[in-house]
């Protein structure tokens, strides 16, 4: 076949020619003759007067085909500023979690067989002895998040009950899923106490009667209210609820194993100091501070715990196998504290300092400089960094991003930072960033490792031929 024709061949000669069988080698015969047929469709939908060119035609076939096997999860560069970002994942797994995910998939594994007894065993069994050993609770169980937790514990110990919460803590997590409507859908009564930004002891006190189920504390991991405010200390209210023989249960949201002072981070209450306290049961997440895979863990009681896991809700909510292989990898790495910043992708994000960030930032600036010319200009700036995900929502981390916006001496910025923002995000990796005072600001803390800067640095020149 020549370059180009008058009209077409037959659908059959053309996937039997020029470089289509290779595209069907490839992807298939069946992908390759419906990208085929929608190309002809495409060429006569724009008339017939015009040649059809073979090379053409079957270029438009591989990038039809190359769209359609490209994964629609992909991995992307977080350059937003937010660690533990919701829409893109949240916490980066560790590689001793990413190996165990894998040695898991590749076959069978134990998931619900005691290889000690030679009978079915209980897919906790991989988690709770370390979750005990590291919270110091007496049982503990997992499901899919943390929502799902609270309402696995409200379902099982308060349908058609009542549980006192005071308004402040009303929170809504995200994705538009607030408490009020998870405790509506466990089956509870939600008993408001307080006020917005003060309750006290006695307004517990007088929300506690007969069709009382259990008293909730939910933290506000998301939010802050700062002025004249009052909340009851866990120890008060657990003195309460054990004088009225009422379970008490906590919900730390973000929830960590560890002091984060300790590395100069802002404090978050640990589920270790929950318990102290005297609260019954404990719900956080896993893919938070935690930094391990999507979770909800309930620690605490073990009376509590089981009749948590006895509860139909429990198999609907349940873990599977590449989930509790990460959870069980990333615990582990709890028991070694001294060691944790260096193996826990997370907490070594989080810890990165300006001067590290200012210098990789200045580094990269050059080469994003050479790749795009004069049609912008690029500048190292400080910026602050954010946790994310609810956690510790007032605290920013100092930081340093690299800000792309209009050439000097030009009047206003148009429409570059959405240009610019496009094209970042059509790269191979896609590079997210934010749109700040005219500007596309990549925030580097999530730029962690020669490997991963490398890769970065090696699709920028594709950013030439983004027409900005």
């Given at each position: 076949m020549t370059d180009a024709l008058h009209r077409p061949p037959s659908l059959d000669k053309l996937l039997d020619g020029g470089t289509l069988p290779d595209l069907i080698a490839q992807h298939g015969r069946a992908p390759v003759r419906a990208a085929a047929r929608a190309a002809l469709d495409a060429w006569r939908a724009r008339g017939t007067a015009q040649a059809f060119d073979v090379a053409a035609f079957e270029a438009v076939c591989r990038a039809r085909l190359d769209a359609a096997a490209r994964p629609a999860l992909r991995p992307v560069f977080n350059l937003t500023g937010t660690v533990l970002h919701t829409n893109l994942g949240r916490a980066v797994m560790a590689p001793e979690a990413i190996d165990a995910v894998v040695a898991v998939m590749r076959g069978a594994a134990n998931l619900e067989y005691d290889l000690a007894a030679g009978a079915r065993g209980d897919r906790d069994d991989h988690v709770e002895g370390l979750l005990r050993e590291l919270t110091g609770a007496e049982a503990a169980t997992a499901v899919n998040n943390n929502a799902a937790a609270v309402l696995l514990v409200l379902a099982a110990l308060a349908d058609r009950k009542e549980v006192p919460v005071s308004r402040g803590e009303l929170v809504e997590i995200g994705g538009a899923f607030r408490i009020p409507d998870i405790m509506r859908r466990a089956g509870a009564?939600?008993?408001?106490?307080?006020?917005?930004?003060?309750?006290?002891?006695?307004?517990?006190?007088?929300?506690?009667?007969?069709?009382?189920?259990?008293?909730?504390?939910?933290?506000?991991?998301?939010?802050?209210?700062?002025?004249?405010?009052?909340?009851?200390?866990?120890?008060?209210?657990?003195?309460?609820?054990?004088?009225?023989?009422?379970?008490?249960?906590?919900?730390?949201?973000?929830?960590?194993?560890?002091?984060?002072?300790?590395?100069?981070?802002?404090?978050?209450?640990?589920?270790?100091?929950?318990?102290?306290?005297?609260?019954?049961?404990?719900?956080?997440?896993?893919?938070?501070?935690?930094?391990?895979?999507?979770?909800?863990?309930?620690?605490?009681?073990?009376?509590?715990?089981?009749?948590?896991?006895?509860?139909?809700?429990?198999?609907?909510?349940?873990?599977?196998?590449?989930?509790?292989?990460?959870?069980?990898?990333?615990?582990?790495?709890?028991?070694?504290?001294?060691?944790?910043?260096?193996?826990?992708?997370?907490?070594?994000?989080?810890?990165?300092?300006?001067?590290?960030?200012?210098?990789?930032?200045?580094?990269?600036?050059?080469?994003?400089?050479?790749?795009?010319?004069?049609?912008?200009?690029?500048?190292?700036?400080?910026?602050?960094?954010?946790?994310?995900?609810?956690?510790?929502?007032?605290?920013?981390?100092?930081?340093?991003?690299?800000?792309?916006?209009?050439?000097?001496?030009?009047?206003?910025?148009?429409?570059?930072?959405?240009?610019?923002?496009?094209?970042?995000?059509?790269?191979?990796?896609?590079?997210?960033?934010?749109?700040?005072?005219?500007?596309?600001?990549?925030?580097?803390?999530?730029?962690?490792?020669a490997a991963a800067e490398q890769a970065f640095v090696a699709q920028l020149p594709l950013l030439a031929a983004a027409g900005l």
């Amino acid at each position: 076949m020549t370059d180009a024709l008058h009209r077409p061949p037959s659908l059959d000669k053309l996937l039997d020619g020029g470089t289509l069988p290779d595209l069907i080698a490839q992807h298939g015969r069946a992908p390759v003759r419906a990208a085929a047929r929608a190309a002809l469709d495409a060429w006569r939908a724009r008339g017939t007067a015009q040649a059809f060119d073979v090379a053409a035609f079957e270029a438009v076939c591989r990038a039809r085909l190359d769209a359609a096997a490209r994964p629609a999860l992909r991995p992307v560069f977080n350059l937003t500023g937010t660690v533990l970002h919701t829409n893109l994942g949240r916490a980066v797994m560790a590689p001793e979690a990413i190996d165990a995910v894998v040695a898991v998939m590749r076959g069978a594994a134990n998931l619900e067989y005691d290889l000690a007894a030679g009978a079915r065993g209980d897919r906790d069994d991989h988690v709770e002895g370390l979750l005990r050993e590291l919270t110091g609770a007496e049982a503990a169980t997992a499901v899919n998040n943390n929502a799902a937790a609270v309402l696995l514990v409200l379902a099982a110990l308060a349908d058609r009950k009542e549980v006192p919460v005071s308004r402040g803590e009303l929170v809504e997590i995200g994705g538009a899923f607030r408490i009020p409507d998870i405790m509506r859908r466990a089956g509870a009564r939600l008993v408001e106490v307080g006020t917005t930004n003060r309750t006290h002891l006695r307004d517990y006190e007088a929300a506690i009667g007969p069709r009382t189920a259990l008293v909730m504390k939910v933290h506000a991991s998301n939010y802050a209210i700062q002025g004249f405010t009052a909340s009851v200390p866990a120890a008060e209210l657990a003195a309460l609820c054990r004088s009225r023989g009422l379970p008490f249960v906590e919900d730390l949201g973000s929830g960590t194993l560890v002091d984060l002072t300790r590395w100069g981070l802002p404090a978050e209450p640990t589920p270790q100091q929950s318990l102290a306290a005297g609260v019954d049961l404990v719900t956080f997440s896993g893919d938070k501070l935690l930094g391990g895979p999507q979770a909800g863990l309930i620690v605490g009681d073990k009376a509590l715990v089981h009749k948590v896991k006895k509860h139909p809700l429990k198999r609907s909510l349940r873990l599977d196998k590449m989930t509790i292989a990460a959870l069980e990898a990333t615990l582990k790495l709890y028991r070694d504290p001294d060691r944790l910043a260096e193996r826990l992708p997370t907490l070594r994000l989080l810890t990165r300092s300006q001067a590290e960030l200012t210098a990789q930032a200045a580094r990269l600036a050059s080469v994003i400089a050479r790749a795009l010319g004069e049609r912008v200009r690029v500048q190292v700036l400080p910026c602050r960094s954010q946790i994310g995900s609810g956690s510790l929502p007032v605290d920013r981390l100092p930081s340093a991003c690299i800000a792309i916006g209009a050439p000097a001496g030009a009047r206003r910025a148009g429409r570059l930072p959405e240009r610019l923002a496009e094209a970042l995000r059509a790269l191979p990796i896609p590079v997210i960033g934010r749109i700040e005072d005219g500007q596309v600001r990549l925030d580097l803390r999530c730029l962690d490792g020669a490997a991963a800067e490398q890769a970065f640095v090696a699709q920028l020149p594709l950013l030439a031929a983004a027409g900005l």
